[in-house]
């Protein structure tokens, strides 16, 4: 049955249904542990600080392991480890929803972003494996739809969930979806890893040691930018952090030019699809990503509207994400990947441009349109950029690949959050006022809310600028599928052999 299915000319169809229920509760479980958390708080009697590393130790373990994840996928089959990977994630949500200790409940998160690291990447891998590769972007842009309708649903859908049956459903709610997943990936890939073929015998060797690099590097760099604002960016803890990521990220690079089977192979870089579609990419997400984590902090705290209108404020954005996601990406499967990239940069840019003439009596209809710009940029512009990304590289690397994207992605937005957060509190803080997201959230002093404004318009200036750089780099031409070509081999390293690998863009 499953060989016939496979076969089928509806067998895309089938592998984005198992992917995007695997997607869908993903995205939703980490709107509805947010809305938990202050449940959370209250139940075990800790601080705020304490219980948001349910959702830094999700995010910190996704980003660490997603590389290495991909690259195993690559070596062993996509769909075996998106298998493994979900197990992992019914088994972490089961144990967080009985945790009965606020560590055994960060523990249980640490083991949920693991299995989140093992099926983000390897199931955007397996759509596009299944699509044909002139159908790539609608593929993406497929995954984009099921993105943002989780988006809007998580919220919504954990707000409920903790009024009606308490915090611990939340966890148990993610299980189930899972579970249904799983069963359609078993039912309907084909046995081995889906779509795609895994690499020889010969050369199936993983990099341990570029695993241990990179996961290492990663992790000190969002270790020092995540608590850089808190403890001060000249502390010792923070210097030794973004030292220990400079002396990573050099062996990083050193090791992965001279091991035989590198984890991510680093002379896609001179590709140019490659290299301008990754470097927009995280520019994008720099500068838009922290949009959605300091407006309710306005919203809410500067004018005044209750949390429920502050989430009801970010679904019209997020429906927009979810409409032009797949549109942006059918379209550049036909008419090209720049010039919905370059709109979408534009989209992106205005809304954000408008979130920065804010004020501390501002409308809330001048915020929901330009959120709307925002999401629309962003839906616009990541299934046709993502599309040229992967017309880089060959089809035995989509795996990593798809975790580098996934990586980029969830980087950018800590990175986004950690400089917006910094370029706030640091105007507050010359203003007068206590230098913390936490004066203004609990408010008191008079003028706080003014200062926390001046700090959001010079953090949107300062995330235009990002936008701005991204655009730039989309507009500049690149190849199309069909004409790129990948780069020439450098002299090879003394650890890797000979191989030939064409000519250069």
Request: glycine share 12%; net charge positive.
């Amino acid at each position: 049955m499953i060989a016939s299915l496979a076969q089928s000319p509806r067998f895309k169809w089938y592998a984005f249904a198992a992917m995007a229920v695997g997607t869908f509760a993903s995205v939703v479980d980490h709107g509805s542990v947010g809305v938990a958390l202050p449940s959370i708080a209250t139940h075990f009697h800790a601080p705020i600080p304490s219980v948001q590393w349910l959702m830094i130790g999700f995010a910190m373990t996704i980003i660490a392991l997603l590389l290495p994840m991909g690259r195993l996928a690559d070596l062993i089959g996509a769909k075996r480890v998106y298998l493994m990977g979900s197990a992992v994630i019914i088994a972490g949500s089961l144990a967080a929803g009985t945790s009965s200790d606020l560590s055994v409940l960060i523990l249980a998160r640490l083991l949920q972003g693991t299995g989140a690291a093992m099926t983000q990447g390897t199931g955007m891998a397996i759509i596009i494996g299944a699509f044909p590769p002139g159908e790539r972007g609608k593929a993406i842009g497929l995954i984009m739809t099921m993105v943002g309708t989780g988006a809007v649903a998580g919220p919504a859908m954990g707000g409920l969930l903790v009024d009606v049956f308490g915090w611990r459903s939340v966890f148990f709610a993610t299980a189930p979806m899972v579970v249904v997943s799983v069963a359609l990936a078993l039912a309907v890939l084909p046995s081995g890893n889906g779509s795609l073929s895994p690499r020889s015998p010969q050369r199936a060797r993983f990099d341990w040691l570029g695993a241990f690099l990179s996961s290492s590097a990663l992790l000190s760099l969002l270790l020092g930018i995540s608590n850089g604002h808190r403890l001060g960016w000249a502390s010792p803890p923070i210097l030794a952090a973004v030292g220990a990521f400079a002396v990573l990220l050099a062996g990083f690079i050193w090791w992965e030019l001279r091991y035989a089977s590198p984890m991510l192979e680093l002379r896609l870089f001179r590709r140019r699809n490659f290299f301008l579609g990754v470097t927009a990419n995280y520019m994008m997400f720099m500068g838009s990503s922290a949009v959605l984590f300091m407006t309710p902090f306005y919203l809410q705290n500067v004018l005044g509207f209750r949390p429920s209108v502050a989430g009801l404020a970010v679904v019209p954005g997020a429906m927009c994400m979810a409409i032009l996601g797949p549109l942006s990406g059918r379209w550049s499967d036909r008419f090209g990947w720049r010039k919905f990239t370059v709109a979408g940069l534009l989209l992106s840019s205005t809304g954000i441009g408008i979130l920065s003439q804010v004020t501390a009596e501002s409308s809330l209809w001048h915020v929901i349109p330009a959120l709307m710009l925002t999401s629309s940029g962003m839906g616009t512009f990541y299934s046709p950029n993502s599309s040229s990304v992967l017309s880089a590289v060959e089809r035995d690397s989509h795996g990593v690949i798809s975790g580098l994207l996934n990586l980029i992605r969830n980087a950018g937005n800590v990175v986004s959050i950690a400089v917006a957060t910094a370029i706030v509190t640091a105007t507050m803080g010359s203003m007068g006022y206590d230098p913390s997201l936490d004066a203004v959230r609990q408010g008191g002093a008079t003028g706080v809310g003014t200062a926390f404004t001046a700090g959001l318009q010079f953090a949107f200036f300062a995330m235009m600028g990002s936008l701005l750089v991204a655009l730039i780099l989309s507009a500049l031409p690149t190849h199309r599928e069909g004409d790129a070509v990948p780069a020439p081999a450098a002299p090879e390293p003394v650890l890797r052999p000979a191989t030939s690998q064409g000519q250069e863009d």
